[in-house]
């Protein structure tokens, strides 16, 4: 059985802002037991590593660490102030400075366990050869969706040196900034995920050219999710050299796949960017996200990565019974959660921590946070999540 203490029992809650800050002092001990669900923790900690590394490596920590993702964006005033000067997105994603800055300000505000890089899945098109644009109100467009053997002849390979130096540089200064007090997080999308963007010409609802192509020509699909492949594990290892001490991989749209697609079209091409990471960084951990996952939670954890993040459709406990004691999970708040009352919001983390157990857990939301959400609701979540104790 193992136990953590919480700034505000579930069971009691208090009736008002005030009642949660002059109780935030005194702590209330919450058992939540899941016996053989999570591997017991290792005595040793790195007190010098940011306590993210020490929960995914099952060092013993005294709570689990807490990063939200998109954190920097359009629900904070900072961010809605910089957008009004600088309205264009890759602008703002492909500028040092600007990457920077956007980068921080969660961290200066909530004092997140992660701080993850201010980008997009698809910054790395350009390099590849793939013209596109991220469009207020639209979202991603390919300006020539890639369809045919020709095209994804002209496909190049990224040199993100080449391509992409402002990452690397902006992942440095990162690490300068916050100095270790948290831990700097990298991102890329998952191979099937961007050939859907490029395949579709953008977003998607139904998925049918995608589809087709895989359906009817799957060596074209299967060529054009090898070259993502090679050049996101490229991706990764440069942003693991220039500062990221974690990485996210994005799989948003694999689980428009069934089952037996996922392991023909995702999870070979996963598996092949854990392995060809790991051989040159063993230590670094490797985060999977794949939002809709619940029908591919044990395929998820076959692609060898450190921690597999549940979005809230999954029950934590369910989780961690179905991934095993030896994977971290990430999550699962729901973001909708974040516009309720102060109250109900503390009654979800605590769910979610006692659910997950004693280690090998970060606390997330299920998804990103959803532009409109109060930005004191998501102070609230940070406070709430950095008193608990376990």
């Not at 000067?85 to 800055?101: A, H, I, M, Q």
């Not at 191979?191 to 087709?212: C, D, M, N, Q, W």
């Not at 060809?276 to 670094?284: A, D, M, Q, R, S």
């Not at 004693?358 to 609230?380: F, Q, S």
């Amino acid at each position: 059985m193992s136990t953590f203490t919480s700034i505000i029992p579930s069971t009691n809650l208090p009736r008002t802002v005030s009642s949660f800050n002059s109780s935030f002092k005194s702590k209330h001990s919450i058992s939540c037991s899941l016996p053989g669900t999570v591997a017991e923790p290792k005595a040793t900690i790195a007190a010098s590593e940011p306590l993210l590394l020490n929960a995914v490596r099952g060092l013993d920590v005294e709570r689990p660490p807490v990063w939200l993702m998109r954190q920097a964006g359009r629900y904070m005033k900072s961010y809605q102030t910089l957008c009004e000067k600088y309205p264009s997105f890759r602008e703002r994603s492909e500028n040092v400075d600007l990457v920077v800055e956007i980068s921080l300000q969660p961290w200066n505000v909530f004092k997140p366990d992660g701080v993850i890089l201010f980008s997009d899945i698809l910054t790395p098109l350009s390099g590849m050869n793939i013209p596109f644009d991220i469009v207020k109100g639209k979202g991603p467009i390919i300006f020539d969706p890639i369809r045919t053997a020709a095209q994804v002849d002209e496909v190049q390979e990224f040199v993100p040196e080449e391509s992409v130096p402002y990452v690397g540089k902006a992942l440095s200064i990162l690490r300068k900034e916050v100095d270790n007090k948290a831990a700097v997080l990298g991102f890329v999308g998952a191979p099937f995920t961007l050939a859907s963007y490029v395949v579709e010409g953008g977003s998607s609802k139904h998925f049918s050219k995608i589809k087709r192509l895989a359906f009817s020509e799957s060596k074209v699909l299967h060529s054009l999710l090898q070259k993502f492949t090679t050049s996101m594990a490229r991706y990764i290892q440069y942003q693991a050299d220039n500062g990221a001490q974690a990485v996210q991989i994005f799989d948003s749209w694999a689980t428009e796949l069934s089952p037996a697609d996922f392991e023909e079209f995702s999870l070979p091409y996963l598996k092949q960017i854990v392995d060809t990471v790991k051989k040159t960084h063993p230590e670094l951990p490797l985060i999977l996200y794949a939002s809709g996952s619940g029908g591919l939670l044990e395929r998820l954890a076959l692609t060898g990565v450190d921690v597999v993040s549940l979005d809230w459709t999954v029950d934590m406990a369910d989780g961690r019974k179905r991934l095993g004691p030896n994977i971290a999970v990430q999550g699962n708040v729901d973001p909708g959660v974040l516009f309720g009352s102060k109250e109900f919001i503390t009654d979800r983390i605590n769910d979610t921590v006692r659910k997950a157990g004693r280690g090998k857990h970060i606390l997330n939301l299920g998804h990103g946070i959803v532009v409109g959400t109060p930005e004191e609701n998501v102070a609230h979540f940070f406070e709430v999540a950095k008193g608990i104790r376990y």
